[in-house]
């Protein structure tokens, strides 16, 4: 069925809706995407973890005990070196998670328009967007670290100010922000992507979805698909982490939460395809159901 985005903005139960079918649809590229992409990603960083709680085991283990206070010290430096070359590896390993799933909505945002977009066209398309890309999520992950510590220190103020009661006002509000991150960092990804813009051109048109007039609709859908992708991935880690499930079963919540995870971009392209005015700098489009 054709229907043409002017006529009227997707409620929520409809995004969900379409987000669910689409997965399904598409469920086998997205496996691919999975299997070449992020399950040896995800594997790798588990490698790293074992390894690193291997190292910093085996220097507490022999430096700690009836040890002087400059032995202590010697002993903390030693630590903060596997940590630092965890960080490292950690944030490289990641570059290429971000990658696979970009592949992803790229896949999912020119499936929902009706083309038939495989994931080898899918993954040239975001290979020489990549920059841009990293670009983009990198900056959103410093403007988030700055805002994060500046509401940690106006908390700290207004809870001092306040003899504790203004943690009242300030637990709820941090327990909204983190709900409603997760579906807001994926908005600006699929911005990029589906709308083939540059970086900054992304995160302004991103911004213009919480224009005055959408602004509580907008905060009410994130924080919707955000619950439910968040619930859906707490019960995954939870069954995962059941002791003697081995291997096979961690590689099975990955891909699960990988499939989660593409629910949530499903939506948050459909948002960003749908909500988006002729007037934002878009033309009109018929997009297949």
């Not at 960083?45 to 690193?52: K, R």
């Amino acid at each position: 069925m054709e229907f043409n985005k002017s006529q009227s903005k997707l409620k929520l139960g409809e995004i969900i809706s379409k987000s669910f079918k689409l997965i399904v649809d598409n469920a086998l590229e997205i496996l691919k995407i999975t299997g070449i992409f992020l399950v040896p990603v995800f594997l790798v960083i588990i490698g790293l973890l074992v390894a690193l709680i291997i190292a910093l085991i085996g220097i507490i283990g022999t430096g700690i005990y009836g040890a002087s206070s400059d032995e202590l010290i010697l002993v903390f430096f030693k630590m903060i070196i596997p940590l630092l070359i965890f960080t490292v590896l950690i944030m490289v390993v990641s570059l290429v998670s971000y990658f696979g799933y970009g592949i992803i909505i790229k896949l999912l945002g020119d499936r929902y328009k009706g083309e038939d977009t495989g994931w080898k066209d899918s993954m040239k398309y975001v290979w020489a967007k990549k920059w841009s890309l990293i670009g983009m999520n990198l900056l959103i992950l410093l403007i988030s670290f700055v805002s994060y510590i500046v509401i940690m220190i106006l908390s700290g103020i207004l809870t001092v100010v306040t003899f504790g009661i203004g943690l009242i006002i300030i637990v709820p509000i941090l327990i909204a922000l983190s709900v409603i991150v997760t579906a807001v960092f994926m908005l600006f990804n699929s911005m990029l992507i589906t709308k083939d813009l540059r970086a900054m051109d992304a995160i302004k048109q991103t911004f213009r979805l919480f224009k005055k007039g959408s602004f509580w609709r907008m905060i009410g859908k994130c924080a919707a698909l955000s619950g439910i992708t968040n619930l859906a991935i707490l019960v995954i880690v939870l069954l995962a982490m059941v002791p003697l499930l081995g291997v096979i079963v961690a590689i099975l919540a990955i891909v699960g939460q990988v499939y989660v995870q593409s629910f949530l971009m499903a939506a948050c392209n459909i948002i960003v395809m749908e909500d988006m005015e002729p007037q934002d700098g878009f033309s009109e489009v018929n997009f297949i159901e």
